[in-house]
T-cell receptor, first 114, second 114 residues
Framework: DGGITQSPKYLFRKEGQNVTLSCEQN?????MYWYRQDPGQGLRLIYY???????QKGDIAEGYSVSREKKESFPLTVTSAQKNPTAFYLC?????????????FGQGTRLTVV | QKEVEQDPGPLSVPEGAIVSLNCTYS??????FMWYRQYSRKGPELLMY????GNKEDGRFTAQVDKSSKYISLFIRDSQPSDSATYLC??????????????FGKGITLSVRP
C-alpha cells in the first residue's frame, strides 16, 4: 500500500529533551511537509522540502529542525528550544511543489511534554 | 486580519440536513481552493479541490468559490453521521514553487446526529 507513515503515534518527552518524529513515504513524491496542529489553530507549516538535501522554513520553524537525506524520509526534531511543543504533528507529501493537487497526510504524531 | 477565516463552530445538525461550511480570505492572490476532512485523531484527507470561481460537485458535496467576495463554501447534502469530522478549508496562490504552500483555516467540527 502506498502512503505516508508517521511514527510513533504517541510520544512523551521530558522538558529539556530533544525528540525526533519519523515520516516515511513510498509515493515517490518529491515534496514533503511538516505541520503542527493545535486545538482551534488549524494547521501551521513548520518546514518543507521540495528536493533531497534541501528544505525551507515554514511559518513556525523556531525550535524545530529537519533533514532530507533520502527522498522517502523527512524526520522532524523538536528541540528543547521549542517553548510549547505539546501538539499534534502532521507530515504530508505531494508531487513537486504541487500541494494544490492531492496532498497525502500521515496519521499524525501526538507529542506531549511531561 | 488573518489570511483565512473559518467559522469556528462546532456545528451540530440532524441526519439528512444540508450543511453549509464557509471560509473567507483576504489575499486576492489565492487561486486554488481546497476542502480537507479530518476524522478524530487522523490526518486530513483532500475532499474537494477547485480552481478560481465557480461550483464543483462530487456526490453529496458541492464546493463553491466566489473570488469577487473572497468567499468559499462547502455544501453537504443529505448529511450522514459518517460526515462527522473536522473540515478545513485551504488555499494557495500558485501551482508550483514557494507560492504553492497551503494556507489553512482553523477548521470547523461538524457533528451529524442520527
Amino acid at each position: 500500500d502506498g502512503g505516508i507513515t508517521q511514527s510513533p503515534k504517541y510520544l512523551f518527552r521530558k522538558e529539556g529533551q530533544n525528540v525526533t518524529l519519523s515520516c516515511e513515504q513510498n509515493l515517490n513524491h518529491d515534496a514533503m511537509y511538516w505541520y503542527r496542529q493545535d486545538p482551534g489553530q488549524g494547521l501551521r507549516l513548520i518546514y518543507y522540502s521540495q528536493i533531497v538535501n534541501d528544505f525551507q522554513k515554514g511559518d513556525i520553524a523556531e525550535g524545530y529542525s529537519v533533514s532530507r537525506e533520502k527522498k522517502e524520509s523527512f524526520p522532524l526534531t523538536v528541540t528543547s528550544a521549542q517553548k510549547n511543543p505539546t501538539a499534534f504533528y502532521l507530515c504530508a507529501s505531494s508531487i513537486w511543489g504541487g500541494l494544490n493537487t492531492e496532498a497525502f497526510f500521515g496519521q499524525g504524531t501526538r507529542l506531549t511534554v511531561v | 486580519q488573518k489570511e483565512v477565516e473559518q467559522d469556528p463552530g462546532p456545528l451540530s445538525v440532524p441526519e439528512g440536513a444540508i450543511v453549509s461550511l464557509n471560509c473567507t480570505y483576504s489575499n486576492s492572490a489565492f487561486q486554488y481552493f481546497m476542502w480537507y476532512r479530518q476524522y478524530s485523531r487522523k490526518g486530513p484527507e483532500l475532499l474537494m479541490y477547485t480552481y478560481s470561481s465557480g461550483n464543483k460537485e462530487d456526490g453529496r458535496f458541492t464546493a463553491q468559490v466566489d473570488k469577487s467576495s473572497k468567499y468559499i463554501s462547502l455544501f453537504i447534502r443529505d448529511s450522514q453521521p459518517s460526515d462527522s469530522a473536522t473540515y478545513l478549508c485551504a488555499m494557495t496562490r500558485s501551482y508550483t514553487g514557494a507560492n504553492s504552500k497551503l494556507t489553512f483555516g482553523k477548521g470547523i467540527t461538524l457533528s451529524v446526529r442520527p
